[in-house]
Each structure stands twice: as structure tokens, then as C-alpha cells.
């Protein structure tokens, strides 16, 4: 039997490349040879936390389809038709239980809530070695996230049909997309309503040029808000953002106080923004961030997960922070099909929206993975991306 190779993560930056062979599809499963893993920011936390038995990683991929099991088409959901042989196919790394409380009352599907979820490629997360949704790449069928040459897709995984015209490389952004597209679900309403979310006259912020920091932007500006800034603290990083994103403001707050920085940001926008989307993956950022929307504006948090290392807690001053500016604040960690959905909707318009200048470090040996990552920090980096060779 053909061996192929993994990446496992076995310790703080440090990955083993393993091998085993290639996996056969169960009942209602398939198989996919891959052809492109994103790295995301969620595996650098993984990467520096480390790990006491190796695991699996990588739930940012895409691949083409290689063997179906009995049933396949009846237990995985397909956008787009029935799945044959050849299919080239995106992934929504979730797999829920369906069953569990959370499930019953907000549907299959829904990450973040289901009490016995598994993620591809997602460390920790899924742990049960009696049914295989676990990401031990010791224990059968071995390929179990997208840094390994395939993966073995169980039986409730959505997936989406890849068009011929859209590269590896790009399918392999529905999950960031997807998080960019939730964060501005979140925030919509009625329009003309008091709090209201997007609109043509919104005036929009985004915290963070990182990944989904610029995909957030760049679907803003997409949906023709009147004014969008984007900020960080890393020049080079925000010139690449604001000619991705299409920004009318790149704002560099480094050497910059939190009074002055929430002045330079209510100046801009006239009072505050209409609507704050926080992807600086920072607390320290979020206080800032609510102060920086204006009375009766919209806060969305997406994703903090600092908690992860350790980071202290931080106090606030309700009354004027939160009270008295009557700020909605929402926080972002369940998303479902869909909104991949959608996000695959945008992904499709790619030759009109500029997702591929997001991809700035490619790589194509697994051995590369762990430099790679430790380039995530640089100012002209964005997302790197593994693609596999045919």
C-alpha cells in the first residue's frame, strides 16, 4: 500500500513529518488528495503553545476528490450537486454532533456551541479515539487536517464544489472568508433603525491588518460603505492592506496614547463610527475599540482567544464605555455553512475582488511549514499557503 506524509505538530514550533498510508474511505466517507492549506492564526496559537502528543493541524484546505465511500453522497453535504471522483472541493473544517443540546436548538452545523465538535487539523479540539474524530495522526485514518498530503473527510462534513477557474490557493480561503463575512452579518439590521448596522452611509473601522482584518474590509468596501479605515501599528503591513481592501484610511496608531488614538479615530469619522469590527486579536484593543464607536454604534469582537496564553484581565469603565454610549457589542464565535456559503459566493467573484493578493508566502514542502510560521509576524506577511504538488 502507498504511504503518503503529514506534518504532525509535536512541540512548540516543532513539527515531524510522518508517514502512513494513504486512506481508504469508510461508509459515507471520502477522500481528498490535497491541493493548498492555508495557514491560520489560530494554528500559530497552537504552534506556540505546543502540544504533549503530536497532532494533527490545518483547517484552511482544499482538494480534489479521490475515492468515495458507500453512502458518501447521502452524509456528506454538498453545495453544488453530487460528488464523483475528480471533484475539486472546499471544506468547512466543522463537524458537530447534531444531538447535544446546543445542536437541537440552533441547528447542525453551528461551530463554536456543539458540545462534542471536531475540526480538522484543529489540535485539541476532538479528542475521542473510540469514533476517529479525533486529531491524533497516530490513530487511524491518520489524515485528519490539511497539512498532509490527504484527508480523510467523516461522514456530516459540508463541502462546496471548486470551479475550474479558481486556483488552490483561493479555495483555500473560505474559512477566513467566512469569518470576515459572519463579523458583517452580525452587525446587520434594518436599515433606519436606531442601531443601524451596514449601510451605504455607514461609517466603518476595522482593528487589525491581519488576514481577516483585511478580508473584512475588503468586503465592506464591496458592499459600498461611505467611509472605511482600517488600523494597525505595522506600516508596510497597512500600505498592503489599504491597496487590497480598498481603505480611505490606513491609520499607523504606533507611538500613539489610547486617548489619541480614540481622538484621531472620532475626528476621522466625525463622532465615531457607525460600526467597529475588532480583529486585532488583542483585549487590550477592545476597550479601545468601544470608545471608538459612536453612541448607538455596532461592536463586533471577532475571535480573542489570548485567553489561550495566559493574558490578564482587564477592567473598565462601564458607565462611560458601555452604558452611556448604548454601543451593541457583539461577540463573534459560532458560524455555520451558510455563511461559507456566502463566503464561497465571494470567493467565486475572484477575479473581480483581489483575494489572491492576500497569499504572500507560498511553500510547497511540508518541511517548510514551521519557517513559514515563523514569518507570520513580519510586516509584509499576510497568509501563507501550502500548495501540494499535482
Known amino acids: 500500500m502507498n504511504n503518503a506524509k503529514l506534518a504532525a505538530l509535536t512541540g512548540v514550533y516543532e513539527f515531524e513529518i510522518m508517514e502512513f498510508p494513504v486512506p481508504k474511505a469508510m461508509e459515507g466517507s471520502l477522500v481528498i488528495k490535497t491541493e493548498a492549506a492555508s495557514i491560520c492564526g489560530s494554528d500559530l496559537h497552537s504552534v506556540r503553545a505546543g502540544v504533549k502528543t503530536p497532532r494533527n493541524i490545518g483547517h484552511e484546505f482544499t482538494g480534489r476528490v479521490v475515492e468515495l465511500g458507500t453512502r458518501a453522497n447521502e452524509k456528506i453535504f454538498c453545495y453544488g450537486g453530487e460528488l464523483k471522483v475528480g471533484d475539486r472541493i472546499a471544506v468547512y473544517p466543522w463537524v458537530t454532533c447534531g444531538h447535544c443540546g446546543p445542536c437541537l436548538e440552533h441547528g447542525h452545523g453551528v461551530c463554536g456551541i456543539c458540545e462534542n465538535s471536531f475540526i480538522y487539523g484543529g489540535g485539541d479540539f476532538g479528542a475521542d479515539p473510540s469514533t476517529g474524530l479525533n486529531n491524533f495522526p497516530t490513530r487511524p485514518p491518520h489524515f485528519k487536517g490539511g497539512f498532509g498530503e490527504f484527508v480523510h473527510l467523516f461522514p456530516g462534513t459540508y463541502v462546496w464544489k471548486v470551479p475550474d477557474d479558481m ?224
Do not use: W
Open 167 to 390: 486556483s488552490p490557493e483561493i479555495a483555500s480561503l473560505l474559512d477566513p472568508t467566512a469569518v470576515a463575512v459572519r463579523a458583517i452579518e452580525m452587525a446587520m439590521t434594518e436599515a433606519g433603525v436606531l442601531q443601524e448596522g451596514v449601510s451605504t452611509t455607514t461609517r466603518a473601522l476595522v482593528i487589525g491588518a491581519g488576514p481577516i482584518g483585511v478580508l473584512t474590509a475588503m468586503i465592506l468596501r464591496y458592499m459600498g460603505v461611505e467611509q472605511l479605515i482600517i488600523s494597525d501599528m505595522l506600516q508596510k503591513k497597512l500600505d498592503n492592506a489599504k491597496e487590497i481592501s480598498g481603505a480611505d484610511v490606513a491609520l499607523n496608531v504606533n507611538g500613539m496614547t489610547v486617548d489619541e488614538r480614540i481622538k484621531k479615530v472620532r475626528n476621522l469619522t466625525n463622532g465615531g463610527a457607525n460600526l467597529v469590527i475588532n480583529c486585532a486579536n488583542h483585549p487590550s484593543s477592545s476597550i479601545e475599540g468601544l470608545q471608538m464607536a459612536r453612541k448607538l454604534g455596532t461592536y463586533i469582537e471577532v475571535g480573542n482567544p489570548r485567553a489561550l496564553e495566559g493574558a490578564s484581565e482587564i477592567s473598565v469603565d462601564f458607565h462611560n464605555v458601555l452604558f452611556s454610549r448604548n454601543v451593541r457589542i457583539i461577540g463573534l464565535v459560532a458560524v455555520y455553512p451558510k455563511t461559507f456559503d456566502r463566503a464561497f459566493r465571494l470567493l467565486e467573484k475572484h477575479d473581480q475582488l483581489p483575494f489572491k493578493k492576500l497569499i504572500t508566502h507560498r511553500f510547497s514542502n511540508l518541511q517548510d511549514l514551521a519557517p513559514t510560521m515563523k514569518k507570520m509576524t513580519d510586516e509584509d506577511y499576510f497568509k501563507g499557503v501550502c500548495v501540494f504538488d499535482k
